[in-house]
Nanobody
């Protein structure tokens, strides 16, 4: 079983930037596809970004394309989410998720593909 711990959330002004981190343990990190999801109050959890085990394939939600970048460092067992040009509508709890990697381009956006989740980190964007 893999354990995931997110960090880096906080309060930021509209137009600002944040970088989230997710540290993984308990399973070989390089065999995992990783992703970020978010959930705002009263809304369903939605896909933000996903990355394949080797970082070669990425997948972004339509509302964050261009502004957000997902990367990973397999040597540090960590996945990152760089968020630029933040908007109030980006306010949510952000969750890190892991899935066994089924191929080098496997970077799913469906939350049902992931079987391990972190506890979440709050991101609040003030207008």
């Amino acid at each position: 079983q893999v354990q995931l711990v997110e960090s880096g959330g906080g309060l930021v002004q509209s137009g600002g930037s944040l970088r989230l981190s997710c540290a993984a343990s308990g399973r070989t990190f390089s065999r995992l596809a990783m992703a970020w999801f978010r959930q705002a109050p009263g809304k369903e959890r939605e896909s933000v970004a996903a990355v394949s085990w080797n970082g070669g394939s990425t997948n972004y939600g339509d509302t964050v394309k261009v502004r957000f970048t997902i990367t990973r460092d397999n040597a540090k067992n960590t996945v990152y989410l760089r968020m630029n040009s933040l908007k109030p509508e980006d306010t949510a709890v952000y969750y890190c998720a892991a899935s066994i990697a089924y191929g080098s381009e496997y970077a799913p956006s469906n939350l049902n593909a992931f079987d391990a989740w972190g506890q979440g980190t709050q991101v609040t964007v003030a207008s």
